[in-house]
T-cell receptor
C-alpha cells in the first residue's frame, strides 16, 4: 500500500473522446508525476507538477494536459483520444522534486476503441 | 541521448535458482539509480535506490550493484520464489529531475 490512489482503475473510450484520470497523492507529497506505460514497455514520462505548477514535460503532445490542486491531488486530461493512447497511466508522488522516494499508484487502464 | 537499456528482455528460471538482471545507462548527469518490481497490471514498487557513491545495496533476497564508471547496474535475485515473477524496471534519475525508465526485464519463475 503506497498511499497513492488512482481512479478510475479501468475505462474504455472511443477515438476522439476526452478522458480525465485522477490521482490522490500520499499525504505531505507536493510533487506528482504522470507516466504512460504501453503493454510490454517501460513507463514514459508525461509531465511533473510541483506545488500546482508544471515542472517538466516529456515528449507528449499538448492534448495531454494536467492539473495539480492545492491539496496536491492531480488530474491528467487527454483530448482527442487516439488508438495509441491505450495504455496504463501511472501517477507517482514524492515529497519533493528530488524524488528521493517515489510512490506509484496502481494505475488507470485506458482502452481506446 | 539519455537512455536506459535492460537485458535480458525476458527470463525464465526454476524456483529456488538465482538470477541476475542487467541495466546499462547513458544518462548524464547522474543522480541516482533505482530498481522497481512491477506485477502485471499493477504500479511499480521500489526495491532499491543507489546514489553515485554506493556500489551495493540489498533488500532481502534482492541485491543491486552499481558501477558508475561503466554506467552499469545489476539486480541479483537469490533463491527465487514464484512470487518473484514480475517485470523489473531500472530507472535512472539525471539532471533537472529527469527520470528515465528502462523497458524492463520480464521474469518468469517456474515451479
Amino acid at each position: 500500500e503506497t498511499g497513492v490512489t488512482q481512479s478510475p482503475t479501468h475505462l474504455i473510450k472511443t477515438r476522439g473522446q476526452q478522458v480525465t484520470l485522477r490521482c490522490s497523492s500520499q499525504s505531505g507529497h507536493n510533487t506528482v508525476s504522470w507516466y504512460q506505460q504501453a503493454l510490454g514497455q517501460g513507463p514514459q514520462f508525461i509531465f511533473q507538477y510541483y506545488r500546482e505548477e508544471e515542472n517538466g514535460r516529456g515528449n507528449f503532445p499538448p492534448r495531454f494536459s494536467g492539473l495539480q490542486f492545492p491539496n496536491y491531488s492531480s488530474e491528467l486530461n487527454v483530448n482527442a483520444l487516439e488508438l495509441d493512447d491505450s495504455a496504463l497511466y501511472l501517477c507517482a508522488s514524492s515529497m519533493d522534486r528530488r524524488q528521493n522516494t517515489i510512490y506509484f499508484g496502481e494505475g488507470s487502464w485506458l482502452t481506446v476503441v | 541521448k539519455n537512455q536506459v537499456e535492460q537485458s535480458p528482455q525476458s527470463l525464465i528460471i526454476l524456483e529456488g535458482k538465482n538470477c541476475t538482471l542487467q541495466c546499462n545507462y547513458t544518462v548524464s548527469p547522474f543522480s541516482n539509480l533505482r530498481w522497481y518490481k512491477q506485477d502485471t497490471g499493477r504500479g511499480p514498487v521500489s526495491l532499491t535506490i543507489m546514489t553515485f557513491s554506493e556500489n551495493t545495496k540489498s533488500n532481502g533476497r534482492y541485491t543491486a550493484t552499481l558501477d558508475a564508471d561503466t554506467k552499469q547496474s545489476s539486480l541479483h535475485i537469490t533463491a527465487s520464489q514464484l512470487s518473484d515473477s514480475a517485470s523489473y524496471i531500472c530507472v535512472v534519475m539525471g539532471g533537472g529531475f529527469k527520470t528515465i525508465f528502462g523497458a524492463g526485464t520480464r521474469l518468469f519463475v517456474k515451479a
